[in-house]
Protein backbone atom coordinates (compact mmCIF):
# COMPACT_ATOMS: atom_id res chain seq x y z
CA UNK A 1 0.00 0.00 0.00
CA UNK A 2 1.33 3.65 -0.87
CA UNK A 3 1.36 6.70 1.40
CA UNK A 4 -1.34 8.25 -0.70
CA UNK A 5 -3.47 5.01 -0.21
CA UNK A 6 -2.72 4.42 3.56
CA UNK A 7 -3.79 8.40 3.61
CA UNK A 8 -7.25 7.42 1.81
CA UNK A 9 -7.76 4.44 3.66
CA UNK A 10 -7.20 6.69 7.11
CA UNK A 11 -10.05 9.52 5.61
CA UNK A 12 -12.04 6.37 4.73
CA UNK A 13 -12.12 4.66 8.29
CA UNK A 14 -12.04 8.27 10.11
CA UNK A 15 -15.15 9.29 8.00
CA UNK A 16 -17.29 5.90 9.10
CA UNK A 17 -16.23 6.46 12.60
CA UNK A 18 -17.42 10.14 12.29
CA UNK A 19 -20.79 8.75 10.24
CA UNK A 20 -21.71 6.77 13.25
CA UNK A 21 -22.09 9.32 15.31
CA UNK A 22 -25.03 10.54 13.74
CA UNK A 23 -27.02 7.36 14.87
CA UNK A 24 -26.25 8.44 18.48
CA UNK A 25 -29.03 8.74 20.87
CA UNK A 26 -29.93 11.99 22.20
CA UNK A 27 -32.31 12.97 24.93
CA UNK A 28 -34.37 15.90 23.97
CA UNK A 29 -36.77 16.00 26.68
CA UNK A 30 -35.81 19.08 28.13
CA UNK A 31 -35.65 20.71 24.74
CA UNK A 32 -38.68 19.67 23.69
CA UNK A 33 -40.06 20.24 26.61
CA UNK A 34 -39.14 24.22 26.06
CA UNK A 35 -40.22 23.81 22.73
CA UNK A 36 -43.53 23.21 23.79
CA UNK A 37 -44.26 25.71 26.02
CA UNK A 38 -42.88 28.29 23.08
CA UNK A 39 -45.47 26.94 20.27
CA UNK A 40 -48.24 27.41 23.09
CA UNK A 41 -47.13 30.73 23.55
CA UNK A 42 -46.78 30.98 20.04
CA UNK A 43 -50.48 29.72 20.09
CA UNK A 44 -51.13 32.23 22.90
CA UNK A 45 -50.40 34.86 20.56
CA UNK A 46 -53.21 33.90 18.28
CA UNK A 47 -55.68 33.94 20.79
CA UNK A 48 -54.60 37.01 22.68
CA UNK A 49 -55.03 39.18 19.39
CA UNK A 50 -58.75 37.40 19.00
CA UNK A 51 -59.20 38.26 22.23
CA UNK A 52 -58.08 42.05 21.65
CA UNK A 53 -60.30 42.62 18.17
CA UNK A 54 -63.62 41.25 19.63
CA UNK A 55 -66.20 43.25 20.56
CA UNK A 56 -69.65 42.08 21.70
CA UNK A 57 -72.19 42.05 18.94
CA UNK A 58 -74.96 45.35 19.49
CA UNK A 59 -77.89 42.42 20.30
CA UNK A 60 -75.64 40.93 23.11
CA UNK A 61 -76.08 44.22 24.90
CA UNK A 62 -79.29 44.17 25.52
CA UNK A 63 -79.02 40.48 26.47
CA UNK A 64 -77.96 39.39 30.44
CA UNK A 65 -74.47 39.05 30.34
CA UNK A 66 -75.02 36.76 33.23
CA UNK A 67 -76.81 34.81 30.69
CA UNK A 68 -73.74 35.00 28.41
CA UNK A 69 -71.51 33.73 30.48
CA UNK A 70 -73.74 30.78 31.39
CA UNK A 71 -73.79 30.00 27.58
CA UNK A 72 -70.12 30.33 26.72
CA UNK A 73 -69.57 28.13 30.17
CA UNK A 74 -71.76 25.08 28.86
CA UNK A 75 -70.21 26.02 24.95
CA UNK A 76 -66.72 25.46 26.56
CA UNK A 77 -67.58 22.31 28.71
CA UNK A 78 -69.10 20.61 25.17
CA UNK A 79 -65.91 21.34 23.55
CA UNK A 80 -63.46 20.47 26.06
CA UNK A 81 -65.85 17.30 26.04
CA UNK A 82 -65.71 16.84 22.25
CA UNK A 83 -61.83 17.39 22.09
CA UNK A 84 -60.98 14.98 25.29
CA UNK A 85 -62.66 12.02 23.52
CA UNK A 86 -60.99 12.25 20.17
CA UNK A 87 -57.79 14.20 21.28
CA UNK A 88 -54.25 12.09 20.89
CA UNK A 89 -52.44 10.44 24.27
CA UNK A 90 -48.98 10.43 24.81
CA UNK A 91 -47.88 6.93 25.50
CA UNK A 92 -46.46 6.54 29.17
CA UNK A 93 -43.85 4.12 29.36
CA UNK A 94 -45.08 3.03 32.84
CA UNK A 95 -49.05 1.91 31.30
CA UNK A 96 -47.22 0.64 28.36
CA UNK A 97 -44.96 -1.83 30.51
CA UNK A 98 -47.67 -2.90 32.63
CA UNK A 99 -49.73 -3.65 28.98
CA UNK A 100 -46.66 -6.29 28.35
CA UNK A 101 -46.34 -7.35 31.45
CA UNK A 102 -50.13 -8.23 31.68
CA UNK A 103 -49.95 -10.23 28.42
CA UNK A 104 -46.61 -12.06 28.60
CA UNK A 105 -48.10 -13.49 32.16
CA UNK A 106 -50.89 -13.91 31.46
CA UNK A 107 -52.77 -12.19 33.59
CA UNK A 108 -54.76 -10.35 30.23
CA UNK A 109 -56.42 -12.41 27.65
CA UNK A 110 -55.10 -13.34 23.68
CA UNK A 111 -56.15 -14.96 20.98
CA UNK A 112 -53.32 -17.82 20.13
CA UNK A 113 -52.56 -17.85 16.92
CA UNK A 114 -50.09 -19.20 14.50
CA UNK A 115 -48.64 -16.56 12.36
CA UNK A 116 -48.85 -13.29 11.52
CA UNK A 117 -51.36 -13.60 8.90
CA UNK A 118 -53.70 -14.87 11.26
CA UNK A 119 -53.32 -12.43 13.92
CA UNK A 120 -53.58 -9.70 11.48
CA UNK A 121 -57.55 -11.20 10.27
CA UNK A 122 -57.81 -11.67 13.66
CA UNK A 123 -57.48 -7.80 14.87
CA UNK A 124 -59.50 -6.73 11.87
CA UNK A 125 -62.51 -9.00 12.36
CA UNK A 126 -62.85 -7.31 15.76
CA UNK A 127 -61.77 -4.09 14.96
CA UNK A 128 -63.09 -2.81 11.71
CA UNK A 129 -60.83 0.51 12.17
CA UNK A 130 -58.15 -0.89 13.64
CA UNK A 131 -54.75 0.65 11.54
CA UNK A 132 -53.33 -1.27 8.88
CA UNK A 133 -50.72 -4.36 10.51
CA UNK A 134 -48.01 -5.25 8.95
CA UNK A 135 -48.23 -8.56 6.96
CA UNK A 136 -44.80 -9.83 4.80
CA UNK A 137 -43.29 -9.17 8.61
CA UNK A 138 -42.06 -12.96 8.99
CA UNK A 139 -41.74 -13.41 13.06
CA UNK A 140 -42.61 -15.89 15.53
CA UNK A 141 -46.03 -14.93 16.22
CA UNK A 142 -48.06 -16.90 18.64
CA UNK A 143 -51.04 -14.37 19.78
CA UNK A 144 -52.46 -11.07 19.73
CA UNK A 145 -55.25 -9.41 21.39
CA UNK A 146 -57.10 -6.02 21.27
CA UNK A 147 -56.54 -3.66 24.71
CA UNK A 148 -57.79 -0.65 26.22
CA UNK A 149 -54.53 1.72 26.71
CA UNK A 150 -54.93 5.26 28.27
CA UNK A 151 -58.64 5.24 26.94
CA UNK A 152 -57.30 4.34 23.60
CA UNK A 153 -57.78 0.83 21.67
CA UNK A 154 -54.82 -0.86 20.63
CA UNK A 155 -53.61 -4.11 19.02
CA UNK A 156 -51.13 -6.37 20.01
CA UNK A 157 -48.96 -8.53 18.48
CA UNK A 158 -47.26 -11.10 20.94
CA UNK A 159 -43.96 -12.74 19.76
CA UNK A 160 -40.96 -14.42 20.56
CA UNK A 161 -36.93 -13.65 19.73
CA UNK A 162 -34.60 -15.13 20.88
CA UNK A 163 -36.51 -16.89 23.79
CA UNK A 164 -37.80 -13.98 24.70
CA UNK A 165 -41.27 -12.13 24.89
CA UNK A 166 -41.79 -9.12 22.70
CA UNK A 167 -45.25 -7.10 22.76
CA UNK A 168 -46.09 -4.94 19.38
CA UNK A 169 -48.14 -2.67 19.80
CA UNK A 170 -49.80 -0.78 17.04
CA UNK A 171 -52.11 2.14 17.37
CA UNK A 172 -53.45 5.10 15.05
CA UNK A 173 -51.47 8.14 15.11
CA UNK A 174 -54.85 10.55 15.94
CA UNK A 175 -55.45 8.32 18.75
CA UNK A 176 -51.76 7.61 20.00
CA UNK A 177 -48.44 9.13 19.57
CA UNK A 178 -44.58 8.57 20.69
CA UNK A 179 -43.73 10.97 24.17
CA UNK A 180 -40.49 13.26 24.68
CA UNK A 181 -37.80 11.15 25.16
CA UNK A 182 -34.11 9.97 23.75
CA UNK A 183 -34.60 9.97 19.91
CA UNK A 184 -32.51 7.98 17.48
CA UNK A 185 -32.72 8.46 13.66
CA UNK A 186 -32.38 5.30 11.41
CA UNK A 187 -32.21 5.21 7.62
CA UNK A 188 -34.28 8.30 8.05
CA UNK A 189 -36.97 7.15 10.58
CA UNK A 190 -37.06 8.74 13.36
CA UNK A 191 -37.29 6.19 16.77
CA UNK A 192 -38.04 7.58 20.46
CA UNK A 193 -36.32 5.01 23.17
CA UNK A 194 -37.77 4.41 26.37
CA UNK A 195 -36.89 1.98 29.05
CA UNK A 196 -38.93 1.28 32.18
CA UNK A 197 -38.39 -1.44 35.15
CA UNK A 198 -36.25 -3.08 32.84
CA UNK A 199 -38.65 -3.29 29.58
CA UNK A 200 -36.93 -1.47 26.12
CA UNK A 201 -39.54 0.34 23.94
CA UNK A 202 -38.85 1.17 20.72
CA UNK A 203 -41.63 3.97 19.40
CA UNK A 204 -42.28 5.07 15.86
CA UNK A 205 -44.92 6.58 13.71
CA UNK A 206 -45.02 5.82 10.36
CA UNK A 207 -47.75 7.72 8.45
CA UNK A 208 -51.24 7.14 10.12
CA UNK A 209 -50.40 4.67 11.85
CA UNK A 210 -47.74 4.55 15.86
CA UNK A 211 -46.08 1.39 16.49
CA UNK A 212 -44.14 0.45 19.72
CA UNK A 213 -41.85 -2.87 20.37
CA UNK A 214 -40.84 -3.61 23.92
CA UNK A 215 -39.24 -6.32 25.42
CA UNK A 216 -37.06 -7.21 28.19
CA UNK A 217 -34.40 -8.14 24.87
CA UNK A 218 -31.54 -5.20 24.40
CA UNK A 219 -32.05 -1.86 22.49
CA UNK A 220 -30.50 -3.11 19.05
CA UNK A 221 -32.53 -6.03 18.40
CA UNK A 222 -35.47 -4.34 19.10
CA UNK A 223 -34.51 -2.22 16.31
CA UNK A 224 -33.81 -4.22 14.39
CA UNK A 225 -37.67 -5.52 14.93
CA UNK A 226 -39.04 -2.01 14.97
CA UNK A 227 -37.25 -1.61 11.55
CA UNK A 228 -38.63 -4.62 9.96
CA UNK A 229 -42.43 -3.14 11.38
CA UNK A 230 -41.80 0.43 9.81
CA UNK A 231 -40.21 -1.33 6.43
CA UNK A 232 -43.03 -3.55 6.24
CA UNK A 233 -45.75 -0.61 6.82
CA UNK A 234 -43.97 1.69 4.02
CA UNK A 235 -44.26 -1.48 2.03
CA UNK A 236 -47.84 -2.04 2.65
CA UNK A 237 -49.06 2.02 2.25
CA UNK A 238 -47.18 1.73 -1.26
CA UNK A 239 -49.89 -1.04 -2.27
CA UNK B 1 -42.83 41.98 19.63
CA UNK B 2 -45.33 39.42 19.40
CA UNK B 3 -45.28 37.20 16.19
CA UNK B 4 -48.30 35.82 15.31
CA UNK B 5 -48.34 32.47 13.39
CA UNK B 6 -51.37 30.87 12.06
CA UNK B 7 -52.29 27.20 12.78
CA UNK B 8 -51.07 26.16 9.48
CA UNK B 9 -47.61 27.25 10.14
CA UNK B 10 -47.25 26.26 13.51
CA UNK B 11 -48.69 22.59 12.42
CA UNK B 12 -46.28 22.78 9.42
CA UNK B 13 -43.14 23.38 11.67
CA UNK B 14 -44.09 20.83 14.05
CA UNK B 15 -44.26 17.96 11.57
CA UNK B 16 -41.16 19.21 9.19
CA UNK B 17 -39.00 20.62 11.73
CA UNK B 18 -39.80 19.31 14.92
CA UNK B 19 -38.38 15.29 13.81
CA UNK B 20 -35.26 17.03 12.93
CA UNK B 21 -34.70 17.80 17.25
CA UNK B 22 -32.36 15.31 17.89
CA UNK B 23 -29.68 16.19 14.32
CA UNK B 24 -29.86 19.74 15.81
CA UNK B 25 -29.31 18.60 19.37
CA UNK B 26 -26.33 16.31 18.55
CA UNK B 27 -24.88 19.28 16.35
CA UNK B 28 -25.21 21.30 19.45
CA UNK B 29 -23.60 19.30 21.60
CA UNK B 30 -20.35 19.32 18.96
CA UNK B 31 -20.18 23.16 19.51
CA UNK B 32 -21.16 23.53 22.89
CA UNK B 33 -19.35 21.63 26.10
CA UNK B 34 -22.42 22.01 28.33
CA UNK B 35 -25.85 20.20 28.01
CA UNK B 36 -27.83 23.28 29.04
CA UNK B 37 -26.02 25.53 26.57
CA UNK B 38 -26.45 22.81 23.99
CA UNK B 39 -30.60 23.06 24.76
CA UNK B 40 -30.64 26.90 24.56
CA UNK B 41 -28.88 26.98 21.20
CA UNK B 42 -31.47 24.61 19.83
CA UNK B 43 -34.51 26.17 21.25
CA UNK B 44 -33.15 29.63 20.18
CA UNK B 45 -32.83 27.62 16.70
CA UNK B 46 -35.80 26.25 16.63
CA UNK B 47 -37.95 29.76 17.67
CA UNK B 48 -36.11 31.33 14.49
CA UNK B 49 -37.36 28.62 12.43
CA UNK B 50 -40.86 28.67 13.52
CA UNK B 51 -41.33 32.05 12.81
CA UNK B 52 -39.59 31.86 9.64
CA UNK B 53 -41.15 28.91 8.48
CA UNK B 54 -42.70 30.77 5.40
CA UNK B 55 -39.15 31.48 3.83
CA UNK B 56 -38.35 27.59 3.36
CA UNK B 57 -39.15 26.23 0.34
CA UNK B 58 -40.74 22.93 1.30
CA UNK B 59 -38.70 21.87 -2.01
CA UNK B 60 -35.79 21.36 -0.33
CA UNK B 61 -33.79 19.46 2.36
CA UNK B 62 -35.32 20.86 5.49
CA UNK B 63 -31.87 19.84 7.49
CA UNK B 64 -29.49 21.90 5.98
CA UNK B 65 -31.92 24.70 6.41
CA UNK B 66 -32.10 23.89 10.20
CA UNK B 67 -28.83 23.63 10.46
CA UNK B 68 -27.56 27.07 8.79
CA UNK B 69 -30.12 28.85 10.78
CA UNK B 70 -28.36 26.85 13.84
CA UNK B 71 -24.93 27.31 12.65
CA UNK B 72 -25.76 31.98 12.85
CA UNK B 73 -27.60 31.22 15.86
CA UNK B 74 -23.97 30.09 17.59
CA UNK B 75 -22.42 32.62 15.78
CA UNK B 76 -24.02 35.19 17.11
CA UNK B 77 -24.35 33.89 20.90
CA UNK B 78 -20.50 33.10 20.24
CA UNK B 79 -20.06 36.93 19.26
CA UNK B 80 -21.84 38.24 22.10
CA UNK B 81 -20.33 36.26 24.54
CA UNK B 82 -16.77 37.00 23.01
CA UNK B 83 -17.88 41.13 23.01
CA UNK B 84 -19.01 40.99 26.46
CA UNK B 85 -15.77 39.83 27.53
CA UNK B 86 -14.09 42.33 25.36
CA UNK B 87 -10.56 41.07 25.80
CA UNK B 88 -10.14 39.19 22.14
CA UNK B 89 -10.80 40.90 18.98
CA UNK B 90 -12.71 38.87 16.60
CA UNK B 91 -9.72 38.61 14.29
CA UNK B 92 -8.02 36.63 16.86
CA UNK B 93 -10.46 33.71 16.33
CA UNK B 94 -10.29 33.52 12.61
CA UNK B 95 -9.25 30.48 11.95
CA UNK B 96 -6.80 30.93 8.41
CA UNK B 97 -6.48 28.35 5.94
CA UNK B 98 -3.48 26.56 5.74
CA UNK B 99 -1.01 27.43 3.36
CA UNK B 100 0.58 25.43 0.66
CA UNK B 101 2.86 22.54 2.86
CA UNK B 102 1.74 23.83 6.12
CA UNK B 103 0.15 20.89 6.82
CA UNK B 104 -0.01 19.99 10.65
CA UNK B 105 -1.75 17.12 11.05
CA UNK B 106 -1.44 13.61 10.29
CA UNK B 107 1.71 13.36 12.47
CA UNK B 108 1.00 9.64 13.67
CA UNK B 109 -0.55 8.63 10.38
CA UNK B 110 1.57 5.74 9.85
CA UNK B 111 1.52 4.55 13.14
CA UNK B 112 -2.30 3.64 12.43
CA UNK B 113 -2.07 -0.13 11.87
CA UNK B 114 -5.66 -1.39 12.97
CA UNK B 115 -7.52 2.20 12.08
CA UNK B 116 -11.23 0.67 12.45
CA UNK B 117 -10.67 -1.30 15.60
CA UNK B 118 -8.96 1.59 17.37
CA UNK B 119 -11.02 4.25 15.97
CA UNK B 120 -14.01 2.16 17.51
CA UNK B 121 -12.47 1.33 20.44
CA UNK B 122 -13.36 5.10 21.23
CA UNK B 123 -16.43 6.07 23.01
CA UNK B 124 -18.46 8.60 20.73
CA UNK B 125 -18.40 10.91 23.68
CA UNK B 126 -14.29 10.71 23.51
CA UNK B 127 -14.49 11.51 19.74
CA UNK B 128 -16.99 14.20 20.18
CA UNK B 129 -14.35 15.55 22.83
CA UNK B 130 -12.01 15.88 20.39
CA UNK B 131 -13.57 17.15 17.69
CA UNK B 132 -14.40 19.82 20.24
CA UNK B 133 -10.57 21.11 20.54
CA UNK B 134 -10.73 21.00 16.44
CA UNK B 135 -11.16 24.60 15.09
CA UNK B 136 -14.51 25.38 14.70
CA UNK B 137 -14.62 25.85 10.87
CA UNK B 138 -12.92 22.41 10.44
CA UNK B 139 -15.18 21.41 13.37
CA UNK B 140 -18.52 22.19 11.41
CA UNK B 141 -17.38 20.63 7.97
CA UNK B 142 -16.60 17.39 9.86
CA UNK B 143 -20.03 17.81 11.26
CA UNK B 144 -22.04 18.74 8.43
CA UNK B 145 -19.74 16.28 5.42
CA UNK B 146 -18.94 13.11 7.99
CA UNK B 147 -21.84 12.94 10.65
CA UNK B 148 -25.10 14.45 9.26
CA UNK B 149 -23.73 12.85 5.59
CA UNK B 150 -24.53 16.53 3.70
CA UNK B 151 -23.08 16.84 0.50
CA UNK B 152 -19.81 18.40 -0.43
CA UNK B 153 -21.98 21.37 -2.75
CA UNK B 154 -24.26 21.82 0.14
CA UNK B 155 -21.89 21.55 2.76
CA UNK B 156 -20.31 24.33 0.52
CA UNK B 157 -23.46 26.16 0.39
CA UNK B 158 -23.86 26.44 4.17
CA UNK B 159 -20.32 27.26 5.33
CA UNK B 160 -20.10 29.85 2.65
CA UNK B 161 -16.71 28.69 1.00
CA UNK B 162 -15.66 27.17 -2.14
CA UNK B 163 -16.31 23.05 -2.30
CA UNK B 164 -12.40 22.61 -2.41
CA UNK B 165 -12.21 24.50 0.65
CA UNK B 166 -14.67 22.05 2.07
CA UNK B 167 -12.80 18.82 0.40
CA UNK B 168 -9.51 20.33 2.45
CA UNK B 169 -11.11 21.13 5.48
CA UNK B 170 -12.62 17.27 6.16
CA UNK B 171 -9.40 15.84 4.97
CA UNK B 172 -7.62 17.73 7.44
CA UNK B 173 -9.94 17.50 10.17
CA UNK B 174 -9.71 13.98 10.05
CA UNK B 175 -6.24 13.94 9.70
CA UNK B 176 -6.29 16.47 12.87
CA UNK B 177 -8.77 14.85 14.62
CA UNK B 178 -6.77 11.54 14.70
CA UNK B 179 -3.81 12.92 15.95
CA UNK B 180 -6.25 14.05 18.98
CA UNK B 181 -7.35 10.24 18.88
CA UNK B 182 -3.85 8.72 18.65
CA UNK B 183 -2.50 10.87 21.40
CA UNK B 184 -5.60 9.62 23.35
CA UNK B 185 -4.97 6.14 22.57
CA UNK B 186 -0.86 6.30 23.77
CA UNK B 187 -2.41 7.89 26.96
CA UNK B 188 -4.17 4.64 27.50
CA UNK B 189 -1.77 2.29 26.63
CA UNK B 190 -3.87 1.28 23.68
CA UNK B 191 -0.73 1.47 21.31
CA UNK B 192 2.77 0.20 21.91
CA UNK B 193 5.20 2.18 23.30
CA UNK B 194 8.19 1.42 20.21
CA UNK B 195 5.41 2.83 18.04
CA UNK B 196 5.56 5.83 19.79
CA UNK B 197 9.16 6.09 20.18
CA UNK B 198 8.96 5.60 16.07
CA UNK B 199 7.09 8.24 15.16
CA UNK B 200 8.72 11.48 17.61
Known amino acids: MTTEDKHSDLDEQTRAR??????????????????????????????????????????ARWAGRSAIAAT???????????????????AAPDRMVQLHRDLVDGRAPVIPVTNLAEARKTIESKWHEAPTLPDQWDKNVHA?????????????????????????VVARTKDFQSPDGPTVERNGQTYVVKSHDGVNMIMAQVKDRWICVMSELPVEPLFQLAEGVVADDKTSNTK | MAVKLTDEQIERFERQAIPLLPVLLRAAQFMTHRQDQAEDLVQETMIKAMRAIDQFDSVSDMKPWLLTIQRRTFIDLYRSRKQERAQRSLEDEKIPEPAAGDEKFGAFDDQWHEPEQLLNRFEDEQVIEAM??????????????????????????????PVGTIKSRAHRGRGMLRDKLYSLAKQRGWVTTDTQDNQT
Open chain 1, 72 to 90: LIIAATLLFITTQSGSVVY
Open chain 2, 132 to 161: RSLPEDIRWTLLLVDVEQLDHPQAANMLEV
Open chain 1, 18 to 59: LAKLASRPVDTTGVMAKLRKQIDAERGNQDDSTARTFKFPSW
Open chain 1, 144 to 168: CCLRDVQSRQVACILMKEADTPVTV
